[in-house]
């Protein structure tokens, strides 16, 4: 137990436990945006609990498998014209358009509202087991991150597995507040929906061929976007706060007339 102890061990911990909250960010989004579906609030803390202790269990079964799972890499389990796709990439592919999926969906359902001539529309939001079973297909595709970060991180599994245990933790605290603030906000909520899209796309990228993936850095270039874009918005989410506590008037840009226009508005002007 003393190797748990050292300076190295501690330093180690310290780094993997904020890389886990911050590889963590876009399964929280995902999650928000799940629950706030669900109509009832005792539904929404059960499901949250659920996602916390699956994400805990399965984050610490792929922690002890980790050796069989790197020993997987480049190993083809399914070959499509004449490219292997490793067990890894397989569920990275899947999970990428999973979620493109769902976020285009979502996307479409925000602007175009329901169809009010289908009875089955009529019912908003979506049953437990569906948003359990979203959550949990998810966050096994995000574990796989999680999972390869702690290794590359860490040398002791129970670096790895308590700092799994807290970031996950954290994340729990976390996400009601940032479920709430989604909910609030249109417009954050399309921009965390575009997130998804940008880190669905990546994750299919990276199925497709990750050694290109990484030699591109291709999530410094997604999570530089998202942080960038967040900032934009918080900058206009203030501006319009301000603009409202003043009661003032945003700013309208006058579009150009074309000459039968002018004329018109002559002849207003003149009568």
């Given amino acids: 137990m003393e190797h748990l102890f050292t300076a190295d061990s501690i330093i180690s911990f310290v780094i993997l436990v904020i890389l886990e909250i911050v590889l963590g960010i876009d399964n929280v989004i995902f999650v928000s945006l799940s629950l706030n579906r669900l109509q009832s609030e005792k539904d929404k803390l059960l499901a949250r609990r659920v996602w916390m202790v699956t994400g805990i269990i399965s984050r610490s079964l792929l922690l002890l498998a980790l050796s069989w799972l790197l020993s997987q890499k480049g190993k083809a389990v399914l070959t499509i014209s004449g490219k ?11 999970g990428g358009l999973f979620l493109i999926y ?43 991150d999680s999972v390869i970060t702690a290794g590359g ?5 129970e670096i ?19 479920s709430n603030f989604i909910h609030k906000h249109p417009t954050l909520k399309m921009l965390a929906l575009s997130f998804l899209v940008m880190i ?6 990276e199925g497709w ?20 874009s967040f900032i934009v918005e918080m ?15 945003l700013v309208e840009l006058n579009e150009p007339l074309l000459d039968d226009e002018k004329e018109e508005g002559y002849s207003d002007m003149a009568k």
């Fill in 84 to 94: 292997g796709f490793d067990l890894a990439s397989i569920i990275m592919l899947a």
């Fill in 102 to 144: 769902k976020s285009v969906m979502e996307i479409h359902h925000k602007l175009e509202g329901e169809d009010p001539n289908v009875e089955l529309k009529k019912k908003k939001g979506i049953s437990f087991t569906q948003a359990i079973t979203q959550i949990m297909l998810i966050d096994a595709v995000f574990s796989f």
């Fill in 200 to 205: 669905g796309l990546g994750l299919v990228i």
């Fill in 153 to 157: 991180t860490a040398q002791h599994i």
């Fill in 160 to 178: 790895m597995i308590a700092a799994v245990i807290i970031a996950m933790i954290v994340m729990f605290l976390f996400s009601p507040a940032i």
């Fill in 235 to 249: 900058l206009n989410m203030t501006m319009r706060g301000r603009a409202a506590k003043r009661k003032a008037h």
């Fill in 209 to 228: 061929d990750s050694d290109a993936a990484h030699q591109l850095h291709l999530k410094n270039y997604i999570y530089f976007g998202m942080a960038f």
